[in-house]
């Protein structure tokens, strides 16, 4: 019953920075936790950051952490993740899931098409 858009992918030199965009309706904004995935060709999909309705204390994988920010605009109904020195491994297309959070874990089970994001060397 959620519906999610990704958007703000694209072709983005190494050591650029790229902004994507996320809108999620269908649901209370604020009562849904969010989170960004990203998976490459060949490869299993790859868990990058979340957050809670709150927005307090983000939860980020090791490979993105001090460079991925996840935000987000309740008033917008908007979630962020701003990517700062991208490097060609950040290649993928990039998914926006929303969810609940309980529990100390996250449910996130409604997806977006998916972004392509391509850094090159």
């Known amino acids: 019953q959620v519906h999610v858009v990704e958007s703000g992918g694209g072709l983005v030199q190494a050591g650029g920075s790229l902004r994507l965009s996320c809108a999620a309706s269908?649901?209370?904004?604020?009562?849904?936790?969010l989170g960004w995935f990203r998976q490459a060709p060949g490869k299993k999909r790859e868990f990058l950051a979340a957050?809670?309705?709150?927005?307090?204390?983000?939860n980020y994988a090791d490979s993105v952490k001090g460079r991925f920010t996840i935000s987000r605009d309740n008033a917008k109904n908007m979630v962020y993740l701003q990517m700062n020195n991208l490097k060609p491994e950040d290649t993928a297309v990039y998914y926006c899931?929303?969810?609940?959070?309980?529990?100390?874990?996250?449910?996130?089970?409604?997806w977006g098409q998916g972004t392509q994001v391509t850094v090159s060397s």
């Open positions: 899931a929303a969810g609940t959070y309980s529990g100390s874990a996250y449910h996130l089970d409604y």
């Open positions: 269908g649901r209370t904004f604020s009562s849904l936790a």
């Open positions: 957050i809670s309705g709150s927005g307090v204390m983000p």
